[in-house]
């Protein structure tokens, strides 16, 4: 076992969280008074112009770090893999005009740009690698979110060990940001299983637990209100701040 995975799988066990130290000590200690005090002014600053610092190419971690829940292993999941995802389709749904399900040559026609950025895992680790796949903004596009839609939620193929599935949730700003993909490269590759495959999203505006691997689906509603512990993301649910910007 990784023994990243191992420490969480640990942790998990002694009803922690995987990334719950450091966490503990960013939302109990001095730093978060500070970060709750400002978080509307970082919210504007970040969302409308902050834009998350570029690397050049050769800054690249070839060896990206593989973090969080097990690679699906499921029927479903193991059968798309096989076929190199040929029968995967993206839904896009929810409150929207036209729902989509996107294959992975469609997505790819959405369009394709190529970010190199650093991924900041609230456990203290961060990894430069390269990003490629279309605007997350334009895939929603598609799909002409209604004027009630609020905000999209990443449903993923993975679950942990008690069957809780991952999730994550974006605002439409957040979405809208111009840095924020759905990844279907890494480092000039097609995404491995282990690094989220076939799709992913990728906001390096925020900490690592929002980008979320092996999407297959995203809604969008008006509320999170309701969805399994309501906090909008599965670390969420297990008090992770919502709003993760870095
Ligand atoms: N579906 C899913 N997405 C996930 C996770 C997960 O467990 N399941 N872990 C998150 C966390 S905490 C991190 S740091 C990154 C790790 O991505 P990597 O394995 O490509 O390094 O994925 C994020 N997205
Ligand atoms: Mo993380």
Same mark, same amino acid.
């Given at each position: 076992?990784?023994?990243? =995975?191992?420490? %969480?799988? +640990? *942790? $998990?066990?002694?009803?922690?969280s995987? /990334?719950?130290?450091?966490?503990? @000590?960013?939302?109990?200690?001095?730093?978060?008074?500070?970060l709750?005090?400002?978080?509307?002014?970082?919210?504007?600053?970040?969302?409308?112009?902050?834009?998350?610092?570029?690397?050049?190419?050769?800054?690249?971690?070839?060896?990206?770090?593989?973090?969080?829940?097990?690679?699906?292993?499921?029927?479903?999941?193991?059968?798309?893999?096989?076929?190199g995802?040929?029968?995967?389709?993206?839904?896009?749904?929810?409150?929207?005009?036209?729902p989509?399900?996107?294959?992975?040559?469609? =997505?790819?026609? %959405?369009? +394709? *740009? $190529?970010?190199?950025?650093?991924?900041? /895992?609230?456990?203290?680790?961060? @990894?430069?690698?390269?990003?490629?796949?279309?605007?997350?903004?334009?895939?929603?596009?598609?799909?002409?979110?209604?004027?009630?839609?609020?905000?999209?939620?990443?449903?993923?193929?993975?679950?942990?060990?008690?069957?809780?599935?991952?999730?994550e949730?974006?605002?439409?700003?957040?979405?809208?940001?111009?840095?924020?993909?759905?990844?279907?490269?890494?480092?000039?590759?097609?995404?491995?299983?282990?690094?989220?495959?076939?799709?992913?999203?990728?906001?390096?505006?925020?900490?690592?637990?929002?980008? %979320?691997?092996?999407?297959?689906?995203?809604?969008?509603v008006?509320?999170?209100?309701?969805?399994?512990?309501?906090?909008?993301?599965?670390?969420?649910?297990?008090?992770?701040?919502?709003?993760?910007?870095?």
């Open positions: 076992m990784k023994r990243g =995975l191992f420490v %969480a799988s +640990s *942790l $998990a066990s002694l009803g922690l995987g /990334c719950g130290p450091l966490k503990d @000590a960013l939302t109990n200690g001095p730093f978060h008074s500070v709750s005090g400002t978080e509307g002014l970082n919210r504007v600053v970040i969302d409308t112009r902050g834009m998350a610092r570029l690397y050049p190419d050769s800054a690249v971690d070839r060896n990206f770090r593989v973090n969080g829940l097990d690679t699906p292993s499921d029927d479903l999941y193991t059968r798309l893999a096989r076929s995802f040929r029968d995967y389709r993206l839904i896009v749904d929810g409150l929207v005009d036209r989509q399900k996107l294959s992975l040559p469609e =997505l790819r026609a %959405a369009g +394709s *740009l $190529a970010q190199t950025t650093r991924h900041d /895992c609230v456990e203290g680790w961060s @990894a430069i690698g390269k990003w490629n796949g279309p605007r997350l903004g334009t895939v929603l596009a598609m799909a002409q979110p209604k004027a009630a839609a609020r905000y999209c939620v990443f449903r993923c193929f993975d679950r942990d060990a008690s069957g809780q599935p991952y999730y949730s974006l605002d439409l700003h957040q979405a809208a940001h111009p840095q924020t993909l759905l990844a279907l490269d890494l480092n000039d590759a097609a995404l491995d299983p282990d690094h989220g495959a076939p799709v992913r999203l990728r906001i390096p505006t925020q900490l690592g637990y929002k980008s %979320a691997k092996w999407v297959s689906r995203i809604e969008l008006a509320t999170l209100d309701g969805l399994y512990g309501g906090g909008g993301g599965y670390w969420e649910d297990q008090n992770y701040d919502w709003y993760a910007g870095i």
